[in-house]
Structures are given as structure tokens and as C-alpha cells.
């Protein structure tokens, strides 16, 4: 090949760039937009599946307020943390969690009878958990139990199981 054939030849492919096919430019389009796709998706499913832990919601600490707010002998009721917060004639607190141990039915505070009574299997539980009537296994759950500073806080992300109600439980301000 000649000098001159080889320089015409170079100047060709400088002059004019490889086209891009129809098909080429679609599979490169697909494919990006699939990449694209699945991204929001993975960044969907993460945010659906990651918890919630602002203060004041279930499984955060939780500030039930201050300590001469919960007189000797009262069980207050806190939706937000799914939580009651029995406070002792002692004066020792407790916080337990409201799911049944039986089947996880809502327990609710029946305060004409000073007890937690199961709507859905007839459980009863006494104010510092301990099962009165089974089908229930095992005690309430407990929540542990902070005072600083004067302030009740409740940690909702850990969920103590216990076999037995224990004066150990208690918390004293």
C-alpha cells in the first residue's frame, strides 16, 4: 500500500465517525431505562422498608414526660409508642408493650377491673404483666425504662421477654 492510499484511508476515518446503528441506539436507550427503573425501585423498596425511628414514635426512645406527671398506682396509655406506662404504689415505673403474648391482639387497660384484659382470647394480666387467666404463655413484654433528669423515657426499639413478673422489672425516679 502506498503512502498516499494510507493517508486518504486515516483522513476517511477521521473525516467521517462510525454511525450508530437504529438497533444499537434502541438497545442502549432499553437498557439505561432499565437501569434507571430498577434504581428507583431498589431506592423505593429500601426507604418502604427501613424503620421509622423519630423521637416520639414506635421503636425510638420515647419521652412519656415528667415524673410527678404519673401519680402512685396509675397506667397511662401511649398509642404513639404502643406502650403503657404503669406506675407502681410504690412508685416504681414499668412500661409494657400492649401486644398479647398469646396471639399479638391489642391489649387494652380495662380500668373498672385493675387489669389488661384480651378482647380476642380472654387473657387477663395484672398491672405489672403477670398472666391471671391463659391462654397467654408468658408475662406482658416489658420496654426499659429511663429517668434523667426528672423525664420518664421509654427505649420502644427493645422489646424485653420475660417468663415471670419480677420487682427487678421496676424503675425507681
Same mark, same amino acid.
Given at each position: 500500500? #502506498?503512502e498516499?492510499?494510507?493517508?486518504e484511508?486515516? #483522513?476517511?476515518a *477521521?473525516?467521517?465517525?462510525?454511525?450508530?446503528?437504529?438497533?444499537?441506539?434502541l438497545?442502549?436507550?432499553?437498557g439505561?431505562?432499565? =437501569?434507571?427503573?430498577?434504581?428507583?425501585?431498589?431506592?423505593?423498596?429500601?426507604t418502604?422498608?427501613?424503620?421509622? *425511628?423519630a423521637e416520639?414514635?414506635?421503636?425510638s @426512645?420515647?419521652?412519656a414526660?415528667?415524673?410527678? $406527671?404519673?401519680?402512685?398506682?396509675?397506667v =397511662?396509655?401511649?398509642n404513639?409508642?404502643r406502650? !403503657?406506662?404503669?406506675?407502681?404504689?410504690?412508685g416504681?415505673?414499668?412500661?409494657?408493650?400492649r401486644?398479647? #403474648?398469646?396471639?399479638?391482639?391489642?391489649?387494652?387497660? $380495662?380500668?373498672?377491673v385493675g387489669?389488661f384484659v384480651?378482647p380476642?382470647?380472654?387473657?387477663?394480666?395484672?398491672? $405489672?404483666?403477670? @398472666?391471671?387467666?391463659p391462654?397467654?404463655?408468658?408475662?406482658? $413484654?416489658?420496654?426499659?425504662?429511663?429517668?434523667?433528669?426528672?423525664? /420518664?423515657?421509654?427505649d420502644?426499639?427493645? /422489646?424485653?421477654?420475660?417468663?415471670?413478673?419480677?420487682?427487678d422489672d421496676l424503675v !425507681?425516679?
Amino acid at each position: 500500500m #502506498t503512502e498516499q492510499k494510507r493517508t486518504e484511508s486515516v #483522513t476517511k476515518a *477521521v473525516e467521517q465517525p462510525e454511525r450508530v446503528s437504529r438497533r444499537d441506539f434502541l438497545k442502549l436507550a432499553w437498557g439505561a431505562a432499565g =437501569t434507571l427503573a430498577l434504581l428507583e425501585a431498589g431506592g423505593v423498596a429500601l426507604t418502604f422498608l427501613s424503620p421509622r *425511628v423519630a423521637e416520639g414514635e414506635f421503636g425510638s @426512645v420515647f419521652t412519656a414526660g415528667a415524673v410527678e $406527671d404519673f401519680p402512685p398506682g396509675s397506667v =397511662t396509655a401511649f398509642n404513639n409508642g404502643r406502650f !403503657y406506662l404503669v406506675r407502681m404504689e410504690d412508685g416504681g415505673f414499668l412500661a409494657l408493650y400492649r401486644k398479647c #403474648t398469646h396471639l399479638g391482639c391489642a391489649v387494652p387497660w $380495662d380500668q373498672a377491673v385493675g387489669q389488661f384484659v384480651c378482647p380476642c382470647h380472654g387473657s387477663v394480666f395484672e398491672t $405489672d404483666g403477670q @398472666v391471671l387467666n391463659p391462654p397467654a404463655p408468658r408475662p406482658l $413484654d416489658r420496654f426499659p425504662v429511663l429517668i434523667e433528669d426528672g423525664q /420518664v423515657k421509654v427505649d420502644t426499639g427493645t /422489646v424485653i421477654e420475660r417468663d415471670h413478673a419480677s420487682p427487678d422489672d421496676l424503675v !425507681y425516679a
